[in-house]
């Protein structure tokens, strides 16, 4: 059986050396074909965590809430009226709706910051120490945002975003402790924030605001109402729920209908996430699918190949029907043939494909990193690629050594 097998194999660099071009030809479909189906899916599947890892820079599956005005009559009042948002607000939502998991006020106001001779306005927020959970903002190593007890002593602390900490300090990393004057009153920087990749936000880049505890930015802008409220569902499917639980709460407190939906301002990211979830895989459905056909014009090929060569062979497979070769054995042998082109250009179409993996993770591309993010070969793309390559390559040989196992010895000697 070992020196059946070897001689077909012989057999097989000999049909493909009569008939080089189209088997050059063939593997190179082949190849492509492997090539594209491994690099799409790898490429579209590092995009879509990549675009993913960058809408959440802002917080995962957070609402955002703000006041706005009534567009209804309700209980006797007119239309038109605003709806402001107060510190209370924040704890009345959280004890009337069940599902919010974390929950923080902000307000947001233009300060003047100065260090020595430096001096300029940057956006200073007031929050809860939950704001950093929930906007997925975490201090360098050495610092730390603020806590509890910054806020109920009103301590005169600041968290800077890494773009104001560069221009007020420069490239130092030992600015934790130092003091610096917001609208002329000194604070003391407790952490800078973590570089992190933000492709959305609601008022300006976390890079380029400062964050104060809620109490003692609240005393220092001395408003009544706040900007708005951070908040976020225990679980994402809960999120619609929280959404309508609060245009209740909130109407009974401000006498609005809960069905007067723009009486609130209300965006919710996870909608945003929905949308790129099935937006991701329509894309990624779309990848496979061209890849896909490269393949199959490529396992054409193969077919193509082999009525050829059964077509030039139909003498020999008559000389062996007549020396008492089965039809399984002849079978057996052409599907070999055809499975060996389709393996030998899957081989180079992969090795090629993890090169070029290879060349696009270099450290020297990491500037597009981040937005179309490190492509690797994982184990779920090389299942569907080799089940597409058998079933194709099956296909591909079947017919034609079935035809050729099929074949009458007489005729085909008499060819």
């Known amino acids: 059986m070992f020196d059946y097998c070897i001689k077909m194999v012989f057999q097989f660099i000999e049909d493909m050396r009569k008939q080089k071009l189209r088997c050059f030809l063939t593997m190179s479909g082949i190849t492509w074909g492997t090539m594209s189906v491994i690099l799409l899916l790898s490429i579209g599947e590092s995009f879509r965590k990549a675009s993913i890892k960058n809408m959440t820079g802002m917080g995962n599956n957070i609402v955002i809430l703000s006041g706005s005005v009534t567009t209804q009559p309700h209980a006797g009042m007119p239309p038109g009226r605003p709806i402001h948002l107060l510190p209370e607000t924040v704890t009345l939502l959280k004890n009337h ?132 409220i951070i908040y976020r569902a225990q679980n994402p499917v809960e999120t619609p729920r929280m959404k309508e639980r609060t245009y209740k709460v909130l109407g009974e407190k401000y006498g609005f209908s809960p069905e007067d939906k723009d009486a609130l301002r209300i965006w919710d990211t996870s909608e945003m996430m929905q949308f790129f979830h099935y937006f991701f895989l329509g894309f990624e459905a779309f990848l496979l699918l061209g890849g896909l056909l490269t393949l199959i014009v490529g396992g054409i090929g193969v077919a193509n190949i082999m009525y050829v060569t059964i077509r030039e062979r139909r003498r020999e497979i008559g000389i062996k029907s007549a020396l008492g070769a089965t039809p399984t054995v002849i079978l057996t042998q052409f599907m070999l043939e055809s499975s060996l082109i389709m393996l030998i250009g899957a081989f180079i179409g992969v090795l090629g494909a993890w090169i070029l993996v290879t060349l696009i993770g270099a450290p020297a591309l990491s500037d597009i990193h981040s937005v179309l993010g490190i492509p690797t070969i994982d184990l779920n793309i090389s299942l569907i690629t080799a089940t597409i390559l058998a079933l194709i390559g099956f296909a591909a040989g079947w017919s034609p050594a079935k035809r050729a196992s099929d074949m009458d010895p007489v005729q085909a000697l008499e060819f």
């Open 97 to 228: 709706i069940p599902e919010i998991e974390s929950i923080s006020p902000e307000i947001q106001k233009q300060f003047s910051f100065s260090l020595a001779m430096k001096r300029q306005n940057y956006t200073c927020v007031g929050v809860y120490p939950v704001y950093s959970t929930i906007r997925n903002i975490l201090p360098r190593k050495g610092g730390r945002f603020i806590n509890r007890l910054d806020m109920e002593n009103r301590r005169r602390v600041i968290f800077l975003g890494s773009e104001i900490h560069k221009k007020l300090f420069g490239e130092t990393t030992d600015s934790v402790g130092r003091k610096i004057m917001v609208n002329g009153i000194p604070f003391t920087v407790i952490g800078v924030m973590l570089d992190k990749v933000q492709n959305s936000s609601y008022m300006t880049q976390d890079k380029n605001i400062a964050i104060m505890p809620f109490s003692t930015c609240y005393e220092m802008i001395g408003v009544t109402y706040i900007n708005r």
